[in-house]
């Protein structure tokens, strides 16, 4: 990742070359992300959270979620087109 990241730097904003290396650049940061995702974080949890833990997290951010989350559209938001396209 540092290595394409260090080439795009070098490459001029007009060069074609730029446009390869941008779409390798992503697709190895999606790739990371999976990464953490799908391994990382539920290795790190099996490690360090005792198993009968694991409900109370479940429910705990289940119910931190259903605070956070708006519960009515935002008082600007377009009802009707072309505002409601986007």
Same mark, same amino acid.
């Given at each position: 990742? @540092?290595?394409?990241?260090?080439? +795009?730097?070098? /490459?001029? %904003?007009?060069?074609?070359?730029?446009?390869? $290396? &941008?779409?390798? !650049?992503?697709?190895?940061?999606?790739?990371?992300? @999976?990464?953490?995702?799908?391994? +990382?974080?539920? /290795?790190? %949890?099996?490690?360090?959270?005792?198993?009968? $833990? &694991?409900?109370? !997290?479940?429910?705990?951010?289940?119910?931190?979620? @259903?605070?956070?989350?708006?519960?009515?559209?935002?008082?600007?938001?377009?009802?009707?087109?072309?505002?409601?396209? &986007?």
């Amino acid at each position: 990742m @540092r290595r394409i990241n260090t080439e +795009l730097e070098m /490459l001029p %904003l007009d060069q074609r070359r730029r446009a390869p $290396r &941008l779409s390798q !650049l992503l697709e190895v940061l999606r790739q990371d992300v @999976r990464d953490e995702e799908d391994v +990382l974080f539920p /290795l790190l %949890l099996q490690e360090n959270l005792h198993p009968r $833990r &694991l409900p109370w !997290l479940a429910a705990s951010v289940s119910s931190l979620a @259903r605070w956070i989350s708006p519960t009515r559209l935002h008082p600007r938001v377009a009802r009707r087109p072309p505002g409601n396209a &986007l």
